[in-house]
């Protein structure tokens, strides 16, 4: 948790820095236009592939599936489509990772993967949650024993 604000700290800073060495690169008037065609662009492609992901909801739903792999497509391109609004170049670049489909399927079979181990590792530990929620009666033979020698 402390990597993570401290990241969360770091990345204006980061992202701050880049802007200002490309500003310098090639000039204030072209970085601000890149940045504001950046946001114009994420919202474009945000708008596409969030249609798209949502019809082959749809139709999964309509077969009578689930949309495991369409939901987490959805919140990844949300979240391209969230970094692409923010101003920046390094936040642009994971924008457009998490809304081309090739990368956006990579990244959504790399958290599914992530999520089946860690279920697995919870599972391995834990033995039989309903005996522990109290909805069923655990399997327990109750007697009496005698030891003879």
């Known amino acids: 948790m402390r990597a993570f604000l401290f990241l969360l700290l770091l990345f204006p800073i980061i992202e701050l820095a880049v802007l200002i060495k490309v500003g310098g690169a090639i000039g204030v008037l072209p970085t601000v236009l890149l940045v504001i065609g950046t946001a114009i662009l994420g919202s474009v492609l945000l708008r ?8 082959r909801a749809r139709e999964k739903l309509a077969r009578g599936e689930m949309p495991e792999q369409e939901m987490l ?4 391109i949300a979240v391209g489509g ?11 670049i994971f924008g457009v990772l ?3 489909p090739f990368t956006r399927r990579l990244l959504v079979g790399k958290i599914r993967r992530r ?13 039989d949650a309903a005996a ?5 009666h655990p399997n ?9 020698d």
């Not at 999520?115 to 033995?127: P, V």
């Open 132 to 136: 522990r929620a109290g909805k069923t």
């Open 73 to 76: 497509e959805g919140l990844l």
């Open 115 to 127: 999520a089946e181990e860690q279920a697995l590792r919870q599972r391995a530990f834990f033995d």
């Open 82 to 92: 969230g970094l692409l609004l923010l101003p920046g170049f390094i936040s642009d």
């Open 98 to 100: 998490c809304l081309l």
């Open 48 to 55: 596409v592939a969030g249609v798209a992901t949502a019809w």
């Open 140 to 148: 327990v033979l109750e007697g009496e024993y005698e030891r003879r």
